[in-house]
Structures are given as structure tokens and as C-alpha cells.
């Protein structure tokens, strides 16, 4: 009787302890957990914004909601993340907090790129309001002054080059924009922002398809992108692109190089990408988990097939050039998403991961709502 009391008193246990935590952890038949963090509502909710990270906060801004289609958005937000006590293994911890921040002084827009170099942020190219005119104007940001300031537009002599779902790539003392559409064309095209001359320098056209809606990290100075859509037969299953490529930025356009990885599709006989067939994607989003025990990883999740958005989240090894499924996305499906990694332990004990990936804003199939929400992605 006592061993079957104390059964029973333990399974009860175990279902208040998953009864209380069910809404903030979702678990999958492949590794990882998505864990809720705090949530932009009272403030809005919007996709297709852009975003980037300075002193290890999120800006995010720009977008548009659904709820007025005909006004996109200028607002800014930016995201503090919580401290992660060594006691929960992130799962329990608070969520970080968002506030609304100096809006960006451009026109209203969506679907532009951000990216940072330094201490100063940009936002720039992206979608107007009349949901047809591509734009190639950008802005800097001073996060320590709440300031914005107009920078060089994306031209080349008396040529303008607007776009949006485009890609960037931030290093140390420059940033590189590349892809994206106007629309009508769909671009290889590469730039260079040199903040020194405040000016875009055209680099060499990037080898891969022509695409918009590609995912972009940088990780060992490299710069990696992967996924889109392009109009292109070439390397690509309806549209959707599945050629995987590194960029190793020099300065010098005539030697920039780069590197064709492992197709993310079942593109041969080898058995390494036999389950790649709902890797491919566009308007999908990506992040880095660094220091984990077993190496450096990328992740991408989330996006459109063309016909639905899609959950599914993928692990990228660099030493192996390999992807492994891992637990899909915990909220609704949807693209157009922002993602962003920021620095911290996790927990905060040797041998884990040492930052932290996150996925917030979004829409949904159709474009008819938008979401609020954030989530933090731990992969083992």
C-alpha cells in the first residue's frame, strides 16, 4: 500500500509540474525546446520588419500589420534580454522586456534589411506603403543618443539600386547588402557600405541564384546564405532555392570569395541530405547558438514553401557541413519573422552554450494577421 501511494503521489506531481509549464515549453520527437519570452503586446503586432543587435540588445523596426494594410510601419523597439539563472536552465527564468524607442525617420516601409557595424545600427531598402515600390534609401542609428541620421542610398553613379527582401552581412568595420527583388528582378548583386566614405561600393555579383527571401548569419568571419525564392530553374525545386553558399569578405571586389556548401535538398545519391526535403524555404529566419559542447551552430526556422508557412527548425554544422532536424517552431506557423542572437551563458556554467537565439513578430499564411510574440530556442 505505502508503494503504491507513493506512486501515485509522484505521478501527481509530475502532472502539476507539466500542467504549470505546458504554455512555456514545447517539446518534439527531435531535440530542442522553444520557450516563450516576453511578448510585444500592448505595443503591437507587425511582420516583415527588420532588425538588428547592439551592446547585446535587439532593435527591431519597420514592418507592416495587417490590420493597416495601407500604412506600414516607422517604430522601433528594442529588446533587453533577462539574466538566465544556473538554477532553471533558462526554462523558468523571466522574459526580458521590450520598449519603443525613437522612430526611424524614413518613409514608412517593410520587407528592408538591418544589420549593424559596431556600436551603430542601419536600416535601409524595403517595400513602401503602396506595396509596389521598392526604395534604396538607408539610416543609421546611435542606440546610446536614441538618434537616426540619413546615410548614403544604395546607388552607383547616377543609378539607384532599390530593393527589399534582401540579406546583410555585418563585420567588425563593414556590412554587405546582397539579393532581393524590386518586384520585376530578382538580384546576385553585392555591396559593400564603407562608413569611412559614407558610400555603397559594388562588389562582384555572388555565384549562386538570384534570389529574395534568403536567410543570412555570419559566423568565423564568413558570411552564409542559404534558402529564398527565385524565378531561376537553376538549383531550385519549385522556386525554392536549395544552393548553399560562404562569402569571405577581402575589400576588394575583384577577390571576394566564395565557397558552394552541401545542397540543402535530395539533390544526389549521398545520404547526407535524404531528409532535406523541407529544408528549402523563403522569408524564413535564422540565428547562432555558440559554445555548446558539441561545436558552433546555425539554425534556421519558420518561412513559406509557396503554399504554407512551415515550423520546421534546422541545425547547421559548420565542421561537418551537415544539417539534423530539430524540434519545430512551439507558435503559430508563419514567415517573414525577425531573428536575432545575443550573448549570455546558458545557464550560466561552463560547457554550454554561450549565446542565445530568438524569434519574434511575424505573419501569417496570407498576410492577414500578424503576431507579437517572442521565443527562445534552446537545441539540446
Not at 249 to 273: C, E
Request: proline share 5%; aromatic share 14%; with cysteine.
Amino acid at each position: 500500500m505505502k508503494r503504491t501511494n507513493i506512486t501515485l503521489f509522484a505521478l501527481m506531481l509530475l502532472a502539476v509540474f507539466f500542467s504549470c509549464t505546458r504554455n512555456k515549453i514545447s517539446t518534439a520527437a527531435s531535440p530542442g525546446v522553444w520557450v516563450s519570452r516576453a511578448s510585444l503586446t500592448g505595443i503591437g503586432a507587425f511582420g516583415a520588419a527588420a532588425s538588428f543587435t547592439v551592446n547585446n540588445l535587439a532593435y527591431v523596426g519597420t514592418g507592416f500589420n495587417p490590420l493597416t494594410p495601407a500604412q506600414k510601419l516607422t517604430t522601433l523597439f528594442r529588446y533587453t534580454p533577462a539574466v538566465i539563472p544556473a538554477t532553471t536552465n533558462g526554462f523558468d527564468s523571466a522574459d526580458g522586456t521590450w520598449a519603443q524607442m525613437q522612430a526611424f525617420p524614413g518613409q514608412p516601409r517593410s520587407n528592408a534589411v538591418g544589420f549593424n557595424i559596431g556600436n551603430t545600427g542601419y536600416i535601409g531598402s524595403g517595400l513602401a506603403n503602396d506595396g509596389a515600390t521598392a526604395l534604396a534609401d538607408f539610416y543609421a542609428y546611435n542606440p546610446g543618443a536614441n538618434t537616426w541620421s540619413l546615410i548614403d542610398s544604395l546607388h552607383a553613379e547616377n543609378t539607384s539600386y532599390p530593393r527589399f527582401d534582401a540579406v546583410a552581412f555585418s563585420f567588425d568595420t563593414t556590412a554587405y547588402v546582397l539579393t532581393g527583388t524590386n518586384g520585376a528582378n530578382y538580384f546576385g548583386d553585392v555591396w559593400r557600405y564603407s562608413t569611412t566614405a559614407n558610400a555603397w561600393i559594388q562588389q562582384s555579383n555572388y555565384p549562386g541564384n538570384p534570389r529574395s527571401g534568403a536567410i543570412g548569419f555570419v559566423y568565423n568571419n564568413q558570411g552564409y546564405l542559404v534558402t529564398g525564392h527565385t524565378p531561376s530553374n537553376l538549383w531550385a525545386v519549385d522556386s525554392l532555392c536549395y544552393d548553399f553558399w560562404s562569402f569571405t569578405p577581402t575589400g576588394d571586389s575583384s577577390t571576394n570569395a566564395w565557397t558552394r556548401h552541401k545542397d540543402i535538398y535530395n539533390t544526389n545519391s549521398g545520404s547526407f541530405d535524404n531528409g532535406y526535403t523541407n529544408l528549402i524555404r523563403t522569408k524564413g529566419s535564422g540565428f547562432l547558438i555558440l559554445g555548446q559542447p558539441g561545436g558552433d551552430k546555425a539554425y534556421i526556422t519558420l518561412g513559406s514553401n509557396g503554399n504554407t508557412d512551415i515550423t520546421s527548425t534546422w541545425e547547421y554544422d559548420f565542421s561537418s557541413d551537415l544539417w539534423t532536424a530539430k524540434a519545430s517552431f512551439q507558435g503559430a506557423p508563419r514567415a517573414s519573422a525577425i531573428s536575432f542572437t545575443l550573448t549570455g551563458t546558458v545557464p550560466a556554467t561552463p560547457g554550454v552554450a554561450t549565446t542565445r537565439g530568438f524569434i519574434a513578430t511575424g505573419l501569417n499564411p496570407g498576410n492577414t494577421a500578424a503576431f507579437a510574440d517572442c521565443y527562445e530556442f534552446f537545441p539540446n
